[in-house]
């Protein structure tokens, strides 16, 4: 995940090369014993956790597919009359964070996961987010304008900005981080 998020310093986007460059110095030492044990999970997007594990290539497929039913993936949303069932069909999984098995104040860092054609509703966050998309083509819509995303595109939502995203044919994969104030949640708009 390191390496894929560290793409982002190298971009050529002087404010995602400063964020991916900022998280990737505050990110704890990962080789390290975890600070909680995992808590797997039998979520029901883990179904489709194979099909995005093998679109973003051999090397993501050879370490998330061993580990992905023990990642804490979660969904904490309550229901949403508008969005029936998105918490079988969207999660993250918080690897280093507050709460997460690797403790962090600073950063949070983890995989959000959409499977195929589920749209996440509109909604912001006094955290700042950067996404590095991993595998799937999918909208990702920030203040009002949307645009299409694949494997290898960075999202940046500063705080506080109202944005949404969709996956489209394919389940979306991709690694996050949060800076700023990482501990406050998300509310829809």
């Known amino acids: 995940m390191r390496e894929h998020f560290a793409a982002g310093a190298r971009s050529g986007h002087d404010e995602v ?3 991916s460059a900022q998280v990737l110095r505050e990110l704890p030492d990962t080789a390290a014993p975890l600070d909680r044990p995992l808590q797997g999970s039998r979520h029901a997007l883990l179904a489709q956790v194979p099909e995005a ?10 370490a ?5 039913s023990q990642l804490p993936w979660r969904y904490s949303y309550a229901a949403r009359r508008d969005a029936p069932g998105l918490e079988d069909r969207m999660a993250w ?9 690797i403790h962090s104040e600073r950063v949070g860092f983890g995989l959000t996961f959409l499977t ?3 749209f996440y509703p509109p909604h912001r966050h ?10 799937g083509t999918s909208q990702w819509t920030l203040e009002g304008r949307t645009r299409l995303c694949q494997a290898g595109d ?16 394919t389940p979306l994969l991709a690694i996050y981080s949060w800076t700023g104030d990482i ?3 998300t509310a829809y708009v």
């Open 17 to 19: 090369a400063a964020l």
């Open 53 to 62: 594990a093998r679109a973003a290539g051999a090397a993501w497929e050879a």
């Open 64 to 68: 998330l597919l061993p580990l992905a």
């Open 93 to 101: 999984a918080e690897l280093v964070g507050p709460a997460a098995p």
């Open 116 to 118: 195929r054609e589920t």
């Open 126 to 135: 006094p955290a700042v987010e950067l996404y590095a998309v991993v595998s």
């Open 154 to 169: 960075f999202v940046l939502h500063p705080a506080d900005a109202v944005h949404a995203m969709r996956s489209l044919g």
């Open 183 to 185: 501990v406050s949640p």
